[in-house]
Each structure stands twice: as C-alpha cells, then as structure tokens.
C-alpha cells in the first residue's frame, strides 16, 4: 500500500491499550478501509485480528440514531432538559452524592473530562467512577504508594531493548498482540529472554523460554521470593536505594516469605530468580491478572519493589510498565475520571489541590471525600442511595461482579441515563433514557495508550441521524443545569487546550502529569497533532525515575512491604473450584462492536469453560458438551473445552458473553463482589465454582 494517500485520515484503534495508529479512508457511502500506520510509535503499521476487522464493524445495523425516553423517540430539546431536571431535582432533594456517573476507557480524553469536570465542579460529588475500575486501578494504587502519582515509567521502546522480559498475569498474545509482536521481534534481533507468570498456560506461552504457572493470586509470593533472592545474589542497587523509604521492611517481608503459596517447584523459582539476576536490562510487563485481584495493589508493589531495590527502572531496556486494557484508560486517568482522584494527578484529599482546580474552573463546589468505587456505586445503586444513575459506554450489567444483583439494581433506579452508540445492550435496555452517541471514526478528541503516547481519534465520516458525540451531551445537560459559561465549547479541541492548560497546574505543583506545553495549540495545530508522548513540558527529557527522585513530598521513592495472602473467595463443598475469568483473542468488552465481524465471531463462536483433564474424567464431562458452572452468586452454560492448559481445580472462562439462552456466558455474575481493600478493584479472577454435566 501506498505510504501517502491523500484520501486516508490518521487515527487510533478504538481497542486495546497498545494504542495502534491506523490509516482510514472511506469506500462508498458508508465502508471504511483500516491499515495500520506506519508512523505511529505503538505500532509502526501492524495491527491485530481486531484492529484489521475495524472495517466490518462500523455498519449502522443496531445503531442508536435518536434519543429515546421510556423507549420511545424524543427529540433532543426535550430530551436533554429531562436529563438536566431530573439530575438538578434529585440533587435539590437527596443532596450531591445522590446522583452518579458510571463512565469508560472507550472515552475519548476530552468527553472524560467534561464528564470529570461536571460531576466533581458543578454537581459536587465524587460519584464519577469508570469501569476502567476493573481494569488497572490496582496499578494506580500501586504506582502512587511507590512512587507518590500514578507514573508509568516504562515505555514500549524498552521492549525493544530489554534482554529479559517477565509477563506477569498477561495474556499478551492475545490481550495486546501488536505489543506482542514486539517482544517477539526483540527475541528475533538480540535473544531477548521471556518468562510468562500466568497460572494458565496461553497462547503467549508459545513464544516463551520459561513459563511459571503459579498457583491463581500467589504472586506476591513470587516476587517477594525475587526480591530476597536479589538480596541474596547482592544485585541491590546501593546508591539508588539509599534514599528509598521502607527498603528494610520491604526486604525483611521478602525474606520471611515462603514460595509455598505459588505452588511452584523450588528449581523453577531457582531459574527464574536467577534470569532476574543475570541481566540487568529487564522489564516487567504487567496487567489483569496482576490487578483483577484481592491483593492487586500488593501485587504491584511486589514487582515494583524489585525494579526499585535493583534501580532497573526509568532508563533503557528496564522497568515495570503495565498494559492496560482499554484505549483510553491512561487518559481517564489524566483527567481524574477516578472516584478517588481529582485532574491532571491532583489529589483529592489535598486542600490546596482542590481549591487549585476550583479556581480554575470557576467551580461552585468541590468534594473533599472520594466518590464511591464502581463496586460500592451499585451497591449504593441498589440500596437507593443513588437515585439517578448516567452509564456512559459501558454494560455494567454484564461485566460487573455479581452481575445479575447488578442488572436488578439498575433496573430498579429511579432515573437511569445511558449513552451508547446502540441501544441492545443489557444495561441500555434498562435505561429511562436513551442517548445516542457518535462512535469510533464519527468522532473527534485524543486517547493516551499504555507508554503515555497521546495520539488523536479522528472523524472520518459524519455521524448519522441524531447521534452526537459525548461531551456534547454533557455540556448540553451541564448548562441546562444552570452553569452555560463552563460547558460553553465549540468543540474538542477548546475542552483539549483546557485540559492541557490544567495541567500546568498539576506541573507546579511538581508532579508528573504535565502537558501544557499543548495548551496554545490552534484548533488546525490540534487538528494536525501527531502522536506526542508525557511528560510535553519535556523537563524531565519523558522519563521518569532513572535518578531515584518520586514524587512523594520529600521526593524519596517508597518501597512497600507485602505478604502474600489467599484470594477473598473462600472454597466451600459445594464450590471446589476455582473460576478464572478473561478476553480471547478476537472479541472485545460485550462484543457490541467486535461482534459484528463475522471474521472474528469465527474465532470462537460460543461462551465456553476450560477444564482440566482430571477434573472432566472425574465430573463425568465429555469434550465440547454443555456444562454448568455456578457460584454462590450466579451461574453459566458453557461450552467444555477439556484441556491441560489449566491446572486441576481451577477453570477458565471469557467474560465477553451475555444472554439467556444456552450457552449462556454471563460469566461476571459468577465472580464475588470482592474488592482490593486499596484500590476498590474486584478480584474478577479468582472466584470459587462448582462445575456438572448441563442437564437441559
Ligand atoms: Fe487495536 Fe490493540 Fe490490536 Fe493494536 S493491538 S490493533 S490497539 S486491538
């Protein structure tokens, strides 16, 4: 294909973390052509199964094109002033925290913060949460105790120069496959040593010199084994840890701790610890099955804890750096999108922080307490606590742990908004009101990817009937509720310029997330903005930590001491087993959009459970039969697939199935309702299960 072509457009895959440039150029009326570009950073013009079927998905069968209330087509007037009286009225009555925003990483950064600044500025609660929540807050909680602000310090080039790289609870192969494709690439070009920590045995395993299947949520374990064996093999970074806090109970908690949990040989544990040892040069790459766990933030400390006592992070070739899920999770976090975070990686509980950002926003009110988590808010959802309820992109119904309690307690709000690009989604059918947004390649703003990278999505095509893109809905509804000069934006690229220019507040304040070198950018400048990565002020040269200095008050890194503990679902008799849950390869979230290539659905068409050999013989089940997995709180019919892959005990099966038919796959009503007591994320990995033969 030709490298310029003046009839393509430059964009972002509206997938996964990686963040892959892609080329777009319409065919017809209404087809999309979708390559991968070649001068995008994240991908240099590959792309995944997925992001080459982005062609097959942008039909407009299924497409929400008008407002609906109660079901039925209303305009927008009318629409929006319901929306803005309904909210104002609940709040006049029941006060601020009475209403709440369930938002999502498929966001673009500028309708995240609007919706950030709507909820915290205006309305005055903290009750703006994102299912981004059941992605990588336990990374976030992690990055900001080692480190003081949620930091990423790794970046996608130290996969091209590492000589060791360690994949821990990723899936990489499948999860992120362009980034895949890298590690692969650096094996190809220097030998690049790859370990895979995962208790099942994937597809990244193939590509792998050592895999480590670790007992489900033992890998605190493993890396305080790692840090003592450093210790030990005296790779202790002296000069850079000579300022760090809690160095010594961090080491003295590595020490005590046993490899037992992991259920890992000692010469496996042996080989990894000595591969660590051996080269210098190691990143750690990361992701849900780190921080979909009960002790997730301890998880992340662990790993942290060796890259820092080694002082192997922020320069070339090492470094933790975890991938997240969804192509805007990064920029929710920028704007503060967070129950618990305020913008631009200001701190909520910080007074000075706060009258900051009100200032700058003009802002009648803002909270000083955090919000409730994504868990907590249906909770509160359900209670009547919250009476009325905006989901923006997002199918909580499904993907909520204790899905079913969640979809009951939606359906019962008072007041339910859903914004959406379809309207056949679980959550969207219970809704009072109907909003249709613009989708991917209709819509305008910026995403940032999982190395920090800031790139543009850009519209190719108008969007149809009466969809329109989110953070107009929220400015619409933010000035009907009394507040017009705030929400008065001509456009993404004002909320842009006014996000960046934030930002420079965060940057005075002497923290990381800094990018208002873009705040004087014209709207063609933003328009023609290429792919730029944080920090833009560039006074630290976009790396963080290479010298030692955090951004704690005092700026000492912190090391954190963890002991490993047993996930919170508790085995029972009835409920023997073990439920990992996760993504296949060619489907993505509810298959709203994935779903609609027939490419991909061909991947594998059916919800289904792996389970081990043993277990099957034992159980009485036969390949490719139906059976019935159930918890304490739900259950599914699934597709068997018998297989080694998972160890004894233990099963695995996608989350990305809904309905009520056979094979049904509303796997998340499966999983507890258990959190990680620091970042509020649910341990959607570790349910406990019982599993029979399905008798219709
Ligand atoms: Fe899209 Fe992720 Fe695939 Fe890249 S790796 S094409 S961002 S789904």
Known sequence: APREDPGEVRSTCPYCGVGCGVLLRMTGENGIAVRGDPDHPANFGRLCSKGSALGETVGLDGRLLTARVNGTPAGWGETLQLVADRFRQTISDHGPDSVAFYVSGQMLTEDYYVANKLMKGFIGSA????????????TVAGHKRAFGTDTVPGTYEDLDEADLIVLVGSNLAWCHPVLHQRVLAAKAARGTRIVVVDP??????????????????SDVALFNRLLAAICEGGAIDREYTRNVE???????????????????SERLVQRFCALWLRHEKVVTVFSQGVNQSSAGTDKVNAILNCHIATGRIGRPGMGPLSVTGQPNAMGGREVGGLANTLACHL???????RAAVRAFWDAPQMPDRPGLKAVDLFRAVSDGRIKALW???????????????VRDAIAACDFTVVSDITAETDTARLAHVLLPAA???????????????????????????EARPDWWHMAEVGRRMGWPRAFDYSGPAEIFREHAALSGIAGGFG??????????????????????RWPVAARRGGRFFAEGQSFHPGGRMHMIPVTWRAPAARHAPRFPFRLNTGRIRDQWHTMTRSGLSPRLSAHLAEPFAEIHPEDAARLGIARDTLVEVASPSGRAILRAQITDAVQPGTIFAPMHWTGETAPSGRIDALVAAATDPVSGQPESKAAVCAVAPFAA
Not at 347 to 353: F, K, Q, T
Not at 391 to 405: G, R, Y
Request: aromatic share 4%.
């Open 391 to 405: 989901v923006m992109h997002s199918n909580p119904a499904v993907t909520l742990p204790e899905a079913d309690a």
């Open 439 to 465: 989708a991917w390649s209709e819509k305008s703003g910026s995403v940032t990817n999982s190395d920090r990278t800031i790139s543009r999505q850009r519209a190719v095509r108008a969007a149809p009937g």
């Open 347 to 353: 701190d909520l509980g910080n007074a000075e922080h």
């Open 511 to 532: 923290l990381d997330f800094d990018v208002s070198g873009l705040a004087e950018l014209s709207n063609a400048e933003y328009e023609a903005m290429t792919p730029v």
């Open 127 to 138: 009750n703006i949460d994102t299912n981004s929540r059941l992605c990588m807050a336990s």
């Open 246 to 264: 809690g160095f010594e109970a961090a080491v003295a908690s590595a020490r005590a701790a046993q490899i037992a949990p992991t259920g890992l």
């Open 200 to 217: 099942r045995r994937t597809a990244t395993c193939d590509g792998a010199d050592l895999h480590l299947p670790l007992r489900i949520g």
